[in-house]
């Protein structure tokens, strides 16, 4: 995907206007600037840049780097506390919950008379150390990654992102047929004649 900073720079001075209709054009989506597409890629980015680099750097992967610092603010919590508050799929926070015991960077503590056998977890002093130690340079990546956002900038991307996850049960809601200025279509040349034809 192109980058979009390049194309917004050069679009600054004048709005964005819709295609105009040709009869030897057609209208199709421009994934550029679809917004679920677009998300889509960065958080595809933003994983798999992640995923190389804990482990490398300290031997945990993103999904137990997640659960370790959710404990830290919540501990004890069981695997119920974690899958629903930390948005982690139920399974994975089984699988590195399991694998975090392994490594000595949790302990499971059952709860005495608890109806369904639940289980308490904690960070261990191995667990504690190893969040201590990587704050630093997980500070440093989250600066490197927004650097020339100010604080201005960033209030009006979470603003936006908080509308957008607002708004996601409301995409099959029925509105007009007008295509907006913002719309994310572009026209493309004819390749095919019409249905019919």
């Avoid at 956002?149 to 509105?175: G, K, N």
Wanted: aromatic share 6%; glycine share 4%.
């Amino acid at each position: 995907m192109k980058s979009r900073t390049a194309t917004s720079r050069t679009k600054a001075t004048a709005p964005r206007r819709a295609p105009q209709e040709d009869a030897r054009s057609e209208l199709v989506i421009d994934f550029e600037r679809y917004v679920p597409t677009v998300l889509s890629s960065l958080v595809a980015k933003l994983r798999a840049n992640a995923n190389a680099f804990f482990p490398q750097a300290y031997g945990v992967s993103l999904a137990e780097w997640r659960v370790l610092s959710f404990l830290r603010e919540h501990e004890p919590a069981s695997a119920y506390d974690i899958w629903t508050n930390a948005q982690l799929d139920k399974a994975v926070v089984s699988r590195e919950t399991t694998s975090l015991k392994k490594k000595g960077l949790i302990e499971l503590t059952p709860v005495r008379g608890s109806a369904r056998n639940r289980t308490e977890i904690r960070l261990t002093a191995q667990g504690v150390a190893l969040l201590d130690r990587s704050l630093d340079e997980i500070l440093r990546r989250h600066s490197n990654l927004t650097a020339g956002l100010d604080a201005r900038m960033l209030d009006a991307f979470f603003s936006v992102v908080d509308h957008i996850e607002h708004r996601i049960p409301h995409m099959a809601d029925q509105s007009g047929d007008a295509v907006p200025a913002h719309a994310p279509v572009k026209r493309i040349a004819k390749r095919r004649p019409p249905s019919g034809a």
